[in-house]
DNA sequence: ATATTATACTTGTATATACAAATATAAAAA
DNA sequence: TTTTTATATTTGTATATACAAGTATAATAT
């Protein structure tokens, strides 16, 4: 289905157009079916998305201003996030001994179960949306959008 | 830059997963880049949005689920989102005389106005990002992207 | 040693969004 | 006609996000 039968328009788009309604379309399309596998474990994607970065940490901690530059979308809200994943018992925190501002935040093992239980739910998310692409397509669609926002990165 | 230095991993990424990565990251900088464009308008991406599917009823007014339908993100605060346009003029509303449960809305000349100074800033936020591609890439990239989430639809 | 600036994080506030429940009207069934 | 069901929209509530201001600690300058 063309992006033009989904909002509904008689209007004719311009390839410049196409492309920022389908990426906004795509991403939320992805997103609430990745919701919907969160769900049972009462995970929000950006909680699931620091316990991931927690995890790449391989046993050492990330203070705030790590987890926060590793994060896709910059929320300003690292600290809110963790609290709700302490509430859970995912992370601990505690204040670095070396320089007091810092926090040192690691995942425990519950929170490592928990991804481990998440991981083949997460791979088939991203099976399902790209098994309508070959590899050869899947490849190019990566460079595209690559390129395409790649401005002045 | 590839998404990985983006997001600062080590992990080798299965081209599923840069895929989504990609998708919400490049989301994520259009909107934000979009989001500059409509903050001196005090206008929300979802505000502009409503107001252009009010533009292209030609006159006619829209109740609440015709707008609904047509929106990217069905959010479902269609009513709190024309409480906003309303408040600066954009919009007006009235019951529907045939069917007193629909509301009807339509775009006033201010909001009309509105959107005709931000057009030209809209058409160059969409060729910002896509002056990195050619036609063909263009037409690859939404071809791809709408192979890409038509799973079952 | 004290004052200034920078860094790291937290908090406040306003707005946005998600989801469920509530309200009002209309249409269909008993 | 009364009841039931369906439709269209609104409201409540909890959570999320954006942005600015505040606090604590550390590093640097005077």
Redesign the pocket.
Same mark, same amino acid.
């Given at each position: 289905m063309k992006i033009e039968d989904i909002i509904k328009t008689t209007a004719v788009l311009s390839n410049s157009n196409r492309i920022i309604l389908n990426i906004m379309y795509a991403q939320n399309v992805v997103n609430e079916k990745f919701?919907e596998v969160l769900?049972p474990y009462d995970l =929000?994607?950006? %909680?699931y998305n620091v316990l991931r970065i927690l995890r790449g940490q391989k046993g050492n901690p990330a203070?705030? =201003?790590?987890i %926060?530059e590793r994060m896709i979308?910059?929320?300003?809200?690292?600290?809110?996030?963790?609290d709700?994943l302490l509430l859970k018992e995912l992370v601990t925190?505690k204040v670095?001994p070396e320089?007091?501002?810092?926090?040192e935040v690691l995942i425990t093992q519950k929170g490592l179960d928990v991804l481990h239980e998440l991981d083949p739910k997460v791979i088939e998310h991203g099976n399902y949306f790209s098994k309508n692409l070959n590899d050869e397509e899947l490849e190019q669609l990566n460079t595209l959008l690559e390129k395409y926002r790649n401005q002045y990165i």
């Amino acid at each position: 289905m063309k992006i033009e039968d989904i909002i509904k328009t008689t209007a004719v788009l311009s390839n410049s157009n196409r492309i920022i309604l389908n990426i906004m379309y795509a991403q939320n399309v992805v997103n609430e079916k990745f919701n919907e596998v969160l769900k049972p474990y009462d995970l =929000s994607g950006e %909680q699931y998305n620091v316990l991931r970065i927690l995890r790449g940490q391989k046993g050492n901690p990330a203070n705030m =201003s790590v987890i %926060q530059e590793r994060m896709i979308a910059k929320t300003s809200n690292t600290t809110r996030l963790v609290d709700k994943l302490l509430l859970k018992e995912l992370v601990t925190r505690k204040v670095c001994p070396e320089n007091r501002r810092k926090i040192e935040v690691l995942i425990t093992q519950k929170g490592l179960d928990v991804l481990h239980e998440l991981d083949p739910k997460v791979i088939e998310h991203g099976n399902y949306f790209s098994k309508n692409l070959n590899d050869e397509e899947l490849e190019q669609l990566n460079t595209l959008l690559e390129k395409y926002r790649n401005q002045y990165i």
